[in-house]
Structures are given as structure tokens and as C-alpha cells.
């Protein structure tokens, strides 16, 4: 009985692999992975491993290697079948039933991989001919040597509409049609090759079969890459150039590059990289991203430098978003402008490239650079309409746990960036423009000796734990009172706290700040907890009850409110009016124009107004 590729990689799927192997091997968790004592060989320390995010097993010891198919067929002693049949039954999968049509289906996918093997054949045969000759001069002077030819099965097609035709002979007309290697007029009339005048790289499926080519034109003719078309055996936006070359490597390092084109791939193979594939002409599909998920969890996407290559990266992390889910993502490698990796490796050698490798971006910063760096965020307006932007864009990430993590780290950044925005003073170093009274101008004066001098009280910078204990306050309030937060939100959306937990929480209740404002305290406190927030709640409550009684006091007025967070947000913003003032005085020692005495003075006329 056969097993289609997509019913054998659904009993993979559905089987958890660590479940099966520890049925019959201790297995002992280590981080993200299992490990015990091989079955396969006699060991006494453990040097076997799970990986059931990835799905295979690994012996350091022995080199056993597979996925759960293999080691039920290893461990059992059983037929290919009957290991199948089991798991099949263990995931709850009827097994298909080979009716007339799918047994000719069967032969006819046989027959056109037949085909398309001679065909492959056939080309490389065709590269070390006389016709051949400049396609061979052209890989030479790409740098190719004939062992890396031969890996990857180039060939060259003739410039004839029926050369390939008459070598595969009447008898194969029609499949050859059907695969793609030969074109059969609409209109009528006779079929004609449809591969001219080209260097040929065969395209296979995972199990290293031919099943397309892509075909690159010698001379100035269109298109300069020409691939097959879909056809039973080959559907574009499923297969990845390189996969069964790159496939066993990926496994063993946990890495996969995507690089842009063939050469790009057959360039990073020659250098070292043997875990490099390439798209086929096209963005990145989703159906190409759950492939490579399969194998490891982060694909570096490696593409072109230029505006092209660039622009198919976007594509790619926007289309990585609705299939997104925990533990599984993109990472992102800038090449210079106008290099590809081909040309890099060739100028730079090898360690250039791994070096932009190593530096790959993270999705998250991928998608922010190209999407909200630079939006304006110079009024609350603004900054709502770039919220809600952020929400919308970021809310087709199906799991909600990681869809709630992108959106806090999004907000988190675009609060950064307002806070960079923010109008300053003329004078470096400043912040907000403060409005300067004559009553500040006594406090910053040039002396005798032309050095500036302040008359008054230094800003006293509060102690860690003074500074803490206010950021609790604050969060407090708004929690207890969520009304609050309407008029509040901005202020402290532009802090960042010191405890991270603590500002995590903050973050996520700015989020909501809108949906929060009209609920009672006890709702906010129910959401917060069935948010993941229990502990920190529990812990802020513990560490400022004694305040609670003066802020849950039942005739507690909103104007009372208002006049607790001001004294609050007062005393914690002594610290950037500490910092302040630190660089003013560093600056007036060197800078002793009116403007930089005007600066000092503008920041204690602030502080008057805060303490006031």
C-alpha cells in the first residue's frame, strides 16, 4: 500500500514524537528539548535527543537520526506499512482508500517523474556538448567547479524548439506536456520545447525528485529566469529551491537561510552554508513558512540588498503575520545595497556573510521599521491614530497570548518615540519648553567672575525605593480609580518603570486605557487577573496597602483624585528634574550664553509650578 506525501507529513504532525519515544526511553526534559539514554546503542550517559518542536530524534552517540516513522519502524522492528497503520490509528486518521482513479493517478505522477528525470538527464548532458559551451563558461566564471554542477544537476537546454522533443521520443509527448517540459499550442499545431537557449536547474521535492526546472536565458533575451508551470507534480508556491540539499543540514544546525535566487543558493552551498533555499520567483508563501517551520523555528530571510529585495522581505513579514503562532517566526539579514549573497560571499568571503547572518533583526523589529518609524506622534491625536493602527495592523495574529505581546511591545515603542518628539528647547539638552516667570529669574545669575551662579535649593534626585513606591502609587490610582485613566493615560504612557513587572502591567492597562475608563474597580482588577496578572497585582496591593484606605475612602471625590496624582506625578518627576538639572549646571560651565542661564531658570520655574 502507498501513503501520499501529505497524509505521511499529516501522521507526523498529529503524533507528538516525545509521547511515542518515551513510551519505550526515559526521557528527561532540558529546556525545549528531551534527552535520555539511546535504545540503539549502549550508553551510560544520555546523548539522545527529542525535539519535538521540530520533529526528529538525534543520537550524538551513534548518529541514529529520524522522525517518528523511522524510529517506530527502528524500535519495532516493523514494515513501513504497519508503522503507519499504527500511528495513522493513534492520531485518529482513516487511512485512504486507493480507489481506480487514485492508482492511476499514482502511475501517471510515476510516469511524469520519469520524464522529468530524463529530461534533467537529457540537459546535463547538453552542458558538456559543443552547443553547451558558453553555458559552461558562464557557471565557471560564476566561480562553479563540476563537483557543485553535478550536485545540483545544471544543464543547458539548446536553442530549439524540438530538440528535447525528439529526445524523449513520440512515445512521451504527452507527459511531457503534462510536466511542463514542452508547450502544446491552445490553437492547435505541434508542441515545441519550452525550455530554449538556457542554463537549466532542476527544481525537486523534499525527497530530492525532479519535479520543474527553472531555466535562466544566455544572452539579453526575456524573461531572464523562465520556471515551469504548475502541473500535478509541482505547485510553485509549495516547493523551495535547495529544500532536499538544505533539508538534513537545517535539521542538525536549527538554522535556514532564504536567499533570493538560485545562484544565491548554489553560492551560500559552496561556501559552507548547506542549509540555504530560495523561493521561485516569488515572495515567500505561507505555505513555504509552515514547511520550513517544520524544521527549525526561526528561517533567516537573506535577500537582495536592492529595493526589490527589500520590498519581498515586507511581503514576506506581513504575510508571516496571520500564521504566526508561539515559538515559530522570522528573523531578517540586511544585506549591503546591490549585493546579493553571491556577490558578497565572492568580494568578502564567507565570514561577511555569516557576519550579517548573526546581526538577522527579529520580526518585530522588521515590521515596526517598516510600518510605524515614521509616523508622527507629536499630539495625543496622533497617538491614538497610531495606536489604533498599531491594534488593527497586529490584531490578525491568531494566538492571543503572542497577538497581546506584539501590541505591548508596539505600544511600548511608539511611547518611545513620542517621548523623542517631543518639542524641545533651542539649547541642547533640554526638555519641554517651560514658561519662564520673573519670579525664577532669581535663581541663575552671572557673577563676577562670568560663571553662573544659582541662588536656592538644589533638586533633590529620589532614592531607588522613594522612586519605586511612586510608580506603585501611581499605578495604584488608576486601578482603584479607572475614570482616571482618560486623563492620565498620555502622562503615563511617557514613563517607563523600574520594575519590570510592574511595567509590563502599565502597559497592557494603557492598551485598554479607553475600554478600562468605564469600568468599576473590581471589573479591572477581574480583566488584569484573567490577563496573566495576579501575582503582580497581589504583590503591588501587598506593598502599599496602608495607602488604599486613603484612596478606597467611599466620599473621595474626583477633584481629590486629580490633586493625588498631581502630588504623585510631582515627586516621581523630581528624578528627571534631578537629571535636568545636573546637565544644566554641566553645561553652563562651559556654555555661558543667556540662553543656557534661561534654561536653569525655566527648570526651576517648573519646579515651582509642580510644587505649587
Known amino acids: 500500500m ?32 528531551f534527552s535520555g539514554l539511546c535504545p540503539f546503542h549502549n550508553e551510560k550517559s544520555p546523548s539522545f535527543f527529542v525535539n519535538e518542536d521540530k520533529g526528529f530524534f538525534h543520537c550524538f552517540g551513534c548518529g541514529a537520526h529520524g522522525d517518528v516513522i523511522t524510529f517506530e519502524m527502528r524500535a519495532s522492528h516493523a514494515s513501513f506499512v504497519d508503522v503507519v497503520e499504527k500511528l495513522a490509528a493513534l492520531a485518529g486518521l482513516a487511512l485512504p482508500v486507493a480507489t481506480p482513479l487514485d492508482r492511476e493517478q499514482e502511475r501517471r505522477q510515476a510516469s511524469l517523474h520519469d520524464v522529468l528525470e530524463r529530461a534533467s538527464d537529457w540537459y546535463s548532458e547538453q552542458l558538456g556538448k559543443p552547443a553547451g559551451s558558453k553555458a559552461l563558461e558562464y557557471l565557471t566564471r560564476r566561480g562553479l567547479e563540476p563537483e557543485t554542477i553535478a550536485r545540483f544537476r545544471l544543464g543547458f537546454s539548446p536553442d530549439s524548439r524540438t530538440a528535447l522533443k525528439q529526445a524523449l521520443g513520440r512515445d512521451l509527448e504527452s507527459l511531457a506536456v503534462e510536466a511542463g517540459l514542452l508547450i502544446k499550442p491552445e490553437e492547435g499545431g505541434e508542441s515545441y520545447d519550452r525550455f530554449r537557449g538556457r542554463v537549466m536547474f532542476p527544481i525537486t521535492d523534499r525527497r530530492g525528485r ?20 504548475d502541473t500535478p507534480l509541482f505547485h510553485k508556491g509549495h516547493v523551495l529551491y535547495g529544500w532536499a540539499q538544505a533539508r538534513e543540514a ?61 520590498r519581498a522581505a515586507i511581503r514576506a513579514a506581513e504575510r508571516a503575520l496571520p500564521i504566526l503562532k508561539p515559538g515559530k517566526s522570522l528573523r531578517f539579514a540586511s544585506l549591503p545595497p546591490r549585493e546579493d549573497p553571491d556577490s558578497l560571499i565572492r568580494k568578502s568571503g564567507p565570514a ?28 495625543p491625536e496622533q497617538r491614538a491614530g497610531v495606536e489604533q493602527q498599531i491594534k488593527e495592523f497586529l490584531g490578525v495574529i491568531p494566538d492571543s497570548g503572542l497577538r497581546r505581546d506584539y501590541i505591548f511591545d508596539f505600544v511600548g515603542r511608539m511611547r518611545q ?26 535663581y541663575a545669575t552671572r557673577n563676577d567672575a562670568g560663571a553662573v551662579a544659582v541662588i536656592g535649593r538644589r533638586p533633590m534626585k529620589l532614592p531607588p525605593a522613594a522612586e519605586a513606591t511612586q510608580e506603585k502609587l501611581m ?58 496578572f495576579s501575582q503582580t497585582l497581589d504583590c503591588l496591593l501587598e506593598a502599599i496597602a496602608h495607602e488604599l484606605v486613603a484612596i478606597r475612602k467611599p466620599d473621595i471625590s474626583q477633584d481629590e483624585v486629580r490633586r493625588q496624582w498631581r502630588h504623585i506625578y510631582g515627586r516621581y518627576r523630581q528624578k528627571d528634574l534631578a537629571a535636568d538639572f545636573e546637565l544644566a549646571q554641566q553645561r553652563s560651565a562651559t556654555d555661558l550664553t543667556d540662553e543656557s542661564i534661561g534654561f536653569v531658570n525655566a527648570l526651576w520655574s517648573g519646579r515651582d509650578q509642580q510644587d505649587e
Open 417 to 442: 518615540a513620542a517621548r523623542a518628539q517631543r518639542p524641545v528647547t533651542p539649547w541642547v539638552g533640554g526638555r519641554h519648553q517651560r514658561r519662564q516667570t520673573p519670579k525664577a529669574m532669581i
Open 250 to 310: 537545517a535539521t542538525k544546525t536549527g538554522t535556514m537561510l532564504v536567499a533570493e535566487g538560485y545562484m544565491d543558493v548554489i553560492a551560500l552551498h559552496r561556501a559552507g552554508f548547506d542549509n540555504a533555499v530560495a523561493p521561485l520567483g516569488t515572495a515567500l508563501t505561507e505555505a513555504q513558512m509552515e514547511w520550513m517551520w517544520r524544521s527549525v523555528a526561526e528561517p533567516v530571510l537573506c535577500l537582495d540588498g536592492d529595493a526589490a529585495g527589500q
Open 2 to 33: 502507498t501513503f501520499s506525501p501529505a497524509f505521511l507529513d499529516e501522521v507526523r504532525a498529529r503524533v507528538p514524537l516525545a509521547s511515542v519515544i518515551g513510551q519505550s526511553v526515559r526521557l528527561t526534559r532540558k529546556g525545549r528539548e
Open 475 to 532: 499605578l495604584l490610582l488608576v486601578l482603584e480609580q479607572p475614570w482616571l485613566l482618560d486623563e492620565v493615560a498620555e502622562t503615563l504612557g511617557e514613563e517607563q518603570f523600574s520594575d519590570s513587572n510592574l511595567d509590563k502591567l502599565r502597559q497592557h492597562v494603557l492598551i485598554d486605557a479607553h475600554g478600562y475608563s468605564s469600568l468599576d474597580r473590581d471589573a479591572v482588577y477581574n480583566h488584569l487577573r484573567s490577563r496573566g
Open 352 to 379: 561577511a556573510m555569516q557576519a550579517i547572518c548573526d546581526q538577522a533583526k527579529p520580526l518585530g523589529d522588521t515590521l515596526w521599521q517598516a510600518k510605524f518609524s515614521h509616523v508622527q506622534l507629536a499630539t
Open 210 to 229: 525532479v519535479i520543474a526546472f527553472g531555466g535562466r536565458i544566455m544572452g539579453d533575451g526575456h524573461p531572464k529566469y523562465l520556471n515551469s508551470p
